[in-house]
């Protein structure tokens, strides 16, 4: 199976890989490890075609293997596989790029002898109205001022890494989307900020949970302290 894209449409016809703990940013390099006969399968067939994967979350967190096909988010990320290692027992070790989010349009049926999930999508852009700049340059000093402060409250050893240059000369969306994808979040929490179409909603969704996070670490919510990194 090959990808096909209508490029006209920002419709592209893409292998899906279902997960139930990892949502993937654009932008951002994810390791996975493949293992289910189905994925790869999945994989191998991406390898021989464009090396695309399309990466979607599941809707309700199941633990272990999941039969079937597991009801999914409608909104995702494509990724490219940048690099593959294929090992003896037929598993791979791959590493994704995600490249662009979309939201699946439908499931064509299934033929006889594909193992895996195809889903007609549309491609999605991130969107960064110019009115939303000077909004955005402030929802991102204040998401790296409360990020800051909670690297000194949970792992103070890491403080004099947190630099003003950091974050110097990385473009918004990356920006954003490196947090999203990095931090310690819940998958549902990273699910809602992959389907915000604007930078800055996502900017300011981002801060939102960091500054909850901040809050629970001082005792003003129930919750417990987690680890940032």
């Known amino acids: 199976y090959l990808p096909s894209m209508d490029a006209a449409a920002q419709r592209v016809r893409i292998p899906i890989f279902p997960l139930s703990n990892v949502v993937v940013f654009p932008g951002v390099q994810t ?107 402030e929802a991102r000093r204040q998401t790296i001022a409360v990020f800051s402060e909670l690297v000194r409250r949970t792992n103070p050893e890491r403080t004099p890494d947190l630099g003003d240059d950091l974050f110097t000369g990385v473009e918004d969306a990356l920006f954003v989307n490196t947090f999203c994808q990095l931090l310690e979040l819940e998958p549902l929490e990273k699910q809602s900020l992959l389907q915000a179409d604007r930078v800055l909603d996502s900017c300011e969704r981002l801060e939102t949970l960091l500054r909850f996070r901040l809050a629970e670490l001082s005792g003003h919510v129930p919750g417990g302290e987690r680890s940032w990194h």
């Not at 090396?51 to 979607?56: C, D, F, H, P």
């Not at 999508?121 to 000077?134: G, N, W, Y």
């Open 31 to 137: 390791p996975l490890h493949i293992f289910e006969p189905r994925y790869r399968a999945m994989t191998a067939d991406a390898l021989a075609g464009e090396r695309l994967l399309g990466m979607a979350a599941f809707r309700e967190e199941q633990p272990g293997l999941a039969p079937g096909d597991p009801a999914i988010h409608p909104y995702g990320c494509l990724g490219t596989i940048q690099g593959a290692e294929k090992l003896e027992d037929g598993r791979f070790n791959i590493a994704l790029l995600g490249t662009r989010r979309f939201r699946i349009e439908s499931e064509p049926p299934r033929p006889a002898g594909r193992l895996y999930r195809v889903a007609e999508v549309t491609l999605l852009d991130e969107i960064l109205p110019p009115d939303d700049v000077p909004l955005l340059a």
